[in-house]
């Protein structure tokens, strides 16, 4: 991967689609002004938003923050991997520990949702903590599906925080997963991301790129780590 992947999760925020549509436009704007772009972006904003924000959609790339398994049907309150492509998301966050915690995802589901994601021509996100989750997660996928799968190290101490893995823990976890996997699938670090420690994880942990929550949803600063990219 030659381009670094720097992804927004805005979780459940901000609370209007007003809002939404200033911290999209900010970004927007402060990406245009980096000249050599050494980053791919994508927003992961709240489902509501984006329809609206597909249609302002550019440079930017959109990406869910969850997805279900089944394509339709009496599902009340799910979204699917096909609606979402429908609303031009190329990418879909799974298995986030907020969704293992908070709505008991277990392996299996987070499993059926990859294959389900991969099925319908998304790129899964897979959110871990842990190295042994990984083998359940993706357990039955071929090789091939390798090709659309990014793999983010989320340490839960870490994630709103403020108190980010140091780069040596990271970078250790980095080579255990490359070496658990035997491939060289592009791996993410995220928790307590911002733009001071953005280059380390970087060019020193050997990350492909990062999963910024907070952060995030301060455009000056996620303009600010998305330099740390070039
Ligand atoms: P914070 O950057 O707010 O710690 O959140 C990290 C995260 O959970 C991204 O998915």
Redesign the pocket.
């Known amino acids: 991967m030659s381009k670094s992947l720097i992804i927004a ?1 805005w979780k459940m925020n901000p609370q209007t689609l007003a809002e939404a549509n200033r911290i999209f436009s900010s970004i927007e704007k402060g990406l245009r002004k980096i000249k050599n772009k050494k980053a791919e972006v994508v927003i992961c904003p709240p489902f509501q938003y984006l329809s609206v924000i597909n249609n302002q959609l550019s440079i930017i790339k959109l990406g869910g923050q969850n997805c279900f398994w089944e394509e339709k049907g009496a599902f009340t309150g799910e979204v699917s991997p096909g609606m979402l492509k429908d609303l031009g998301c190329k990418y879909v966050i799974v298995g ?1 520990s907020e969704r293992r915690k908070y709505f008991q995802e277990t392996d299996e589901l987070v499993n059926k949702k990859i294959k389900a994601a991969l099925e319908n021509n998304l790129n899964v996100i897979l ?1 871990v903590d842990k190295v042994s989750q990984i083998k359940k997660d993706i357990k039955g996928l071929s090789k091939k599906q390798f090709k659309n799968l990014v793999l983010a190290y ?1 340490p839960v101490f ?3 925080t403020g108190r980010p893995c140091s780069i040596e823990k990271a970078r250790k976890m980095s080579a255990l997963i490359r070496k658990t996997l035997k491939t060289n699938i592009p791996i993410l670090y ?4 911002n733009s001071k420690n953005a280059r380390g994880y970087l060019k020193e942990a050997g990350m492909n790129g990062l ?5 995030s949803l301060d455009p000056q600063e996620f303009i600010k780590i998305i330099k740390a990219a070039a």
């Open positions: 999760n986030h959110c989320e870490a994630i709103g995220g928790g307590s991301v999963l910024v929550g907070g952060a």
